[in-house]
C-alpha cells in the first residue's frame, strides 16, 4: 500500500466516524422527541378524559399523506407542496398588509376572507377534534419535527453506507 493510499483509508474512516457520531446524536434527539410527544399525547387524552374516547368519537375520515420525502443519490428531503408553500406566502403577505392597513385605517380582518380561506385541517387525522388542547398540538408539532430528525438520520445513515462501501472497495 502507498503513502496516499493509506491516508485516503484514513479520511474515509474519519468521516465515517463523524458521521456515526451525527447519527448516534440524531437518533438520542429523535429518541427525545418521540418521548415528548407520548407524553403530550398522555396529558392531552387526561385532559379530555376517557369518554372523548369511545367508538363513537372515532374519525373516520381517510388519512391523506401530510409529509412527501423526496431521494436524490442517497440525500432524502422533505417536499414542500405548492399549496404550502403558496399558503406561507400569502400568509407573509397578508400579515404584512394587515399591518399596514391596521395602522392605516385601523379596520380589523373581514370574517368572509377567512371563511373563504382553506381550512387548515383538511385531511388531518384529528383524534382529539379540531379544538385540540394544548398538548395535542404540541404533540404535532413534536411528531413534525421527529419527521425532519427521521429525514436527517436516514441521510446520515445513507452515508455512512457509502463511505462503508468506498473503505470496501479500496
Same mark, same amino acid.
Request: glycine share 4%.
Given at each position: 500500500?502507498?503513502?496516499?493510499?493509506?491516508?485516503?483509508?484514513?479520511?474515509?474512516?474519519?468521516?465515517?466516524?463523524?458521521?456515526?457520531?451525527?447519527?448516534?446524536?440524531?437518533?438520542?434527539?429523535?429518541?427525545?422527541?418521540?418521548?415528548?410527544? /407520548?407524553?403530550?399525547? /398522555?396529558?392531552?387524552?387526561?385532559?379530555?378524559?376517557?369518554?372523548?374516547? $369511545?367508538?363513537?368519537?372515532?374519525?373516520?375520515?381517510?388519512?391523506?399523506?401530510?409529509?412527501?420525502?423526496?431521494?436524490?443519490?442517497?440525500?432524502?428531503?422533505?417536499? &414542500?407542496?405548492?399549496?404550502?408553500?403558496?399558503?406561507?406566502?400569502?400568509?407573509?403577505?397578508?400579515?404584512?398588509?394587515?399591518?399596514?392597513?391596521? &395602522?392605516?385605517?385601523?379596520? $380589523?380582518?373581514?370574517?368572509?376572507?377567512?371563511?373563504?380561506?382553506? /381550512?387548515?385541517?383538511?385531511?388531518?387525522?384529528?383524534?382529539?377534534?379540531?379544538?385540540?388542547?394544548?398538548?395535542?398540538?404540541?404533540?404535532?408539532?413534536?411528531?413534525?419535527?421527529?419527521?425532519?430528525?427521521?429525514?436527517?438520520?436516514?441521510?446520515?445513515?445513507?452515508?455512512?453506507?457509502?463511505?462503508?462501501?468506498?473503505?470496501?472497495?479500496?
Amino acid at each position: 500500500m502507498t503513502v496516499q493510499s493509506i491516508k485516503r483509508k484514513n479520511e474515509l474512516y474519519l468521516e465515517k466516524m463523524e458521521l456515526t457520531d451525527k447519527f448516534v446524536t440524531l437518533h438520542e434527539k429523535l429518541q427525545n422527541e418521540l418521548s415528548l410527544a /407520548s407524553l403530550c399525547i /398522555s396529558k392531552a387524552k387526561t385532559t379530555h378524559g376517557i369518554s372523548l374516547f $369511545s367508538v363513537n368519537s372515532f374519525d373516520s375520515h381517510d388519512l391523506e399523506p401530510s409529509v412527501r420525502i423526496d431521494v436524490d443519490d442517497g440525500k432524502f428531503t422533505i417536499v &414542500k407542496e405548492p399549496e404550502e408553500e403558496e399558503t406561507k406566502t400569502e400568509k407573509e403577505n397578508t400579515d404584512e398588509g394587515e399591518d399596514n392597513q391596521k &395602522k392605516d385605517s385601523g379596520k $380589523s380582518e373581514d370574517v368572509e376572507d377567512s371563511e373563504a380561506k382553506k /381550512s387548515p385541517f383538511a385531511g388531518q387525522f384529528r383524534p382529539f377534534g379540531v379544538l385540540e388542547s394544548t398538548a395535542a398540538k404540541d404533540a404535532r408539532k413534536i411528531y413534525k419535527n421527529a419527521i425532519q430528525t427521521i429525514v436527517d438520520l436516514v441521510s446520515t445513515q445513507q452515508s455512512i453506507i457509502s463511505k462503508t462501501q468506498e473503505l470496501t472497495d479500496n
